[in-house]
């Protein structure tokens, strides 16, 4: 019968991209208490009490509603058996510049669509962290194991107090075009990231810094080979920081000659040819296609670089992903068709690897479906979409590959910051609810994963709403827009969720968009509510709080704004 509904359902599908009227302030949560919370767990110097500061923030986010997860990441992607050498690590990051392909120095693969943006500053998305990682480089790098190792710095001095760090750099950096890359390239980087007018999205990543934002405190040494930081306090994920990639140098030369540069920090990576730092540099870009990235005979580890060549499909479809990869053109995917999983999961060829994230659906706390609300009944109208949704259905026929279901926004196993785990229960904190999956897993969160439709009612109607029965009055009707990108995985949880709501009445329409569309829509807050995920970009809980901060360019549900 689910499966009919959501058939039935799907037809009703609507792709236009229209612009959501917004709430009146009165249903906002405040979000000045977060902030200035948030601004307290980077500054506490105590771990403990930065753990205990780090589950109220959660607590505070999650009683919101705006943020509903739905099953905890694992990774899956098919890979040739001719191919070997290829790594990933828990936070989505691929690794290519080590593989070998049987017969071949060129390796054919799909990792996503047209990329957004090739400016690592500038990225926002995993599969450009991967292109980046292809490109450019950090101070740090993580090796096959995950570990982090040394790149473009050979090690690094710390003061006694925590708060100062001094990285001495690799001898003879290059860039491709030959010219030297110094310390002093990570000190204009970090202060262009940094600084406002450059609009990243991870700006607030550097807020640890003395001087944050315009003021960095980040200091060249007169002859580059040693980068001095000075921090507000000390920072216990330092050297994931240091390997993420919007810590990687860019040549200021090159950013600054683009034109309108100033206006648009991204125009110097429009075009194939920019100069580049890491392994690769992109040479051949037929946009909506395809990417050629050739090695880069500069790179200071060029001559342990296996492959002459990356040959990227850029695709978001995933039928014709998987016929590309069925025919032979492309020799490793992360991506199958839905309806495939089942039967490609005893292939030698497809793999599922450990994430560090969650898979969400969030809302525009601004939008207008919640005009009139108070924050209260703001809030119950979210809480009562949660309880209808069933996130074992959407993981047993959607996901497949025995993700757990999320009933918390912090994933399991995402490190304390002091050699435990963040999520379990324990003599100073305690989750409000221990849910028991179907496998029979016990999670620790925030709320029961058995759906509850009278407990959606009973919201409701907290939240204003009339009822007829079980369903809702045509008094008081309830018509939401979801935001998706496509991909047939995406779009069939947006049809369970759809026919999941629809129990009760609530009209979910869907719209797709391309993956760059989708991006900007999503971020600059023009939908209701919207298909979400955040792979952890270093093992703290911080990293998945402060993304929320009115400021952050990361903050979907527009928090504050």
Request: contains cysteine.
């Amino acid at each position: 019968m689910k499966k009919l509904l959501a058939f039935l359902l799907a037809a009703m599908m609507l792709l236009a991209c229209a612009v959501p009227a917004m709430a009146d302030e009165g249903s906002e949560p405040d979000w000045t208490e977060y902030d200035a919370l948030i601004a307290d767990i980077k500054s506490e110097t105590d771990f403990v009490a930065r753990e205990a500061k780090m589950h109220q923030a959660e607590d505070m986010l999650m009683q919101t509603y705006a943020v509903i997860p739905i099953y905890h990441y694992n990774d899956l992607y098919m890979q040739r058996s001719t191919v070997d050498g290829i790594y990933a690590n828990l936070f989505g990051f691929k690794y290519f510049q080590y593989a070998t392909v049987e017969g071949s120095d060129t390796l054919s693969l799909n990792l996503a669509s047209e990329p957004d943006k090739l400016d690592p500053a500038l990225n926002s998305s995993v599969d450009g962290a991967c292109l980046a990682i292809a490109s450019f480089g950090g101070l740090y790098t993580y090796d096959a194991e995950g570990n982090l190792k040394p790149d473009f710095a050979t090690g690094y001095e710390v003061s006694e107090d925590g708060l100062t760090y001094t990285f001495t750099m690799r001898d003879g950096l290059k860039w491709s075009d030959g010219t030297d890359l110094t310390a002093k390239d990570f000190e204009y980087s970090w202060k262009r990231a940094a600084n406002p007018a450059t609009g990243a999205d991870y700006s607030y990543m550097f807020d640890g810094i003395k001087g944050y934002p315009e003021d960095l405190a980040v200091t060249a040494s007169e002859d580059g080979k040693t980068l001095t930081v000075e921090m507000a306090s000390p920072c216990a994920y330092m050297l994931d920081l240091m390997a993420f990639p919007a810590f990687y140098a860019v040549p200021q030369q090159s950013v600054e000659a683009a034109a309108d540069w100033e206006n648009n920090p991204n125009a110097w990576t429009l075009e194939p040819g920019f100069v580049v730092s890491g392994p690769y540099q992109l040479t051949d870009w037929t946009h909506n296609e395809s990417m050629t990235y050739t090695k880069n005979p500069n790179y200071y580890d060029a001559e342990n670089v296996t492959l002459e060549k990356l040959q990227f499909m850029l695709s978001a479809d995933d039928t014709a992903i998987y016929a590309a990869y069925q025919a032979g053109d492309v020799d490793f995917i992360d991506t199958v068709p839905t309806d495939e999983i089942q039967n490609l999961k005893d292939s030698e060829e497809f793999h599922i690897i450990d994430n560090l994230g969650t898979y969400y659906v969030a809302f525009n706390v601004k939008s207008d479906l919640f005009a009139g609300k108070t924050v209260e009944q703001a809030n119950a109208m979210r809480e009562a979409f949660s309880k209808l949704i069933d996130r074992e259905y959407i993981i047993e026929t959607v996901g497949q590959c025995e993700q757990k279901p999320a009933n918390a926004f912090i994933p399991e196993g995402m490190a304390d910051g002091q050699g435990g785990v963040f999520k379990t229960n324990d003599d100073a904190y305690t989750y409000p609810v221990t849910a028991t999956a179907e496998n029979g897993d016990e999670l620790d969160g925030y709320y029961d994963l058995a759906v509850d439709v009278e407990g959606a009612i009973e919201l409701l109607k907290e939240a204003g709403f009339e009822f007829d029965g079980e369903m809702l009055s045509a008094n008081t009707p309830i018509s939401v827009e979801y935001l998706t990108n496509e991909g047939t995985g995406h779009v069939a949880i947006a049809e369970c969720m759809q026919q999941d709501l629809a129990a009760v009445g609530i009209n979910m329409t869907i719209r797709t968009c391309d993956w760059n569309v989708f991006l900007e829509e999503r971020k600059n807050g023009n939908f209701d509510f919207a298909r979400e995920g955040w792979l952890a970009d270093f093992n703290d809980p911080i990293n998945m709080l402060e993304m929320w901060t009115t400021d952050s360019g990361n903050n979907d549900c527009q928090f504050g704004r």
